[in-house]
């Protein structure tokens, strides 16, 4: 099991640019998660799928946030345009869904975003 | 929603000493469970342990132990003979029943000085 894999690992943009950001949850994994880590605002929930489908969008911070989840193997987070508030670790994260309960969250090694 | 709140923004302690690390969280529902991850130097989130609200059993694993107390909202975790390894960012995080992602706390930053 190759776990949550996350590219690029690390981005530097400039500002104005747009970003997007790739996620492979784990194989059978229904629920995919991501979150924003800062030292202010330390880790935050930004959006999350069941089934490919966004279940709650509520933190992502504004519209110039877009999460997609075309399909179970694959989803991006975009960012357009990027600003330099934006800069942080982006983390996806992978669990077996609302169907199987409350499960383990296995986390990506992480996107670190630079928007210069 | 959860809420969580981990007081102790840092600790140091010297190699071999135990250490607790606190969590206290607020919570409406009746069935909920509370996570523990670590995020070491390099910056990935491990996860540790998992408690479901129904079971007040303390834990033990190796040098960790957990203990939770349903009266006090609190889900303390503590390392036994620490060492230098155990250095890292620990969160501790609820979840509701609905598998809804989990609410991290602000993390306690342990150092383990040699």
């Known amino acids: 099991d190759a776990g949550v894999i996350q590219s690029p690992r690390h981005e530097v943009t400039e500002m104005g640019q747009e970003v997007t950001l790739r996620c492979k949850p784990i194989?059978?994994?229904?629920?995919l998660f991501w979150y924003r880590q800062t030292m202010m605002r330390g880790l935050e929930l930004l959006i999350y799928f069941n089934n490919n489908v966004p279940i709650d969008d509520s933190g992502m911070p504004e519209d110039r946030f877009s999460a997609k989840m075309p399909n179970a193997s694959f989803s991006t987070l975009k960012i357009q345009p990027s600003e330099p508030r934006d800069s942080a670790v982006y983390f996806c994260a992978s669990d077996k869904g609302r169907e199987a309960g409350a499960n383990v969250l296995t986390f990506g090694a992480g996107s670190r975003l630079t928007v210069l | 929603a959860q809420k969580v709140t981990q007081a102790q923004t840092e600790i140091s302690v010297v190699e071999k000493e135990d250490v607790t690390l606190d969590c206290v969280y607020e919570?409406?529902?009746?069935?909920?469970?509370l996570f523990w991850y670590k995020q070491p130097p390099s910056g990935e989130l491990v996860f540790l342990i998992r408690?479901?609200?129904?079971?007040?059993q303390n834990e033990i694993s190796g040098r960790y132990s957990w203990n939770f107390q349903k009266s006090t909202s609190s889900f303390n975790f503590t390392i036994t003979a620490s060492q230098v390894v155990d250095s890292a960012v620990y969160f501790c995080?609820?979840?509701?029943?609905?598998?809804?992602?989990?609410?991290f706390g602000k993390g306690t930053h342990l150092i383990i000085q040699p």
């Open positions: 995080a609820p979840s509701g029943g609905g598998a809804d992602g989990l609410t």
């Open positions: 194989s059978g994994h229904n629920s």
């Open positions: 408690r479901n609200s129904f079971d007040e």
């Open positions: 919570t409406r529902d009746t069935t909920y469970y």
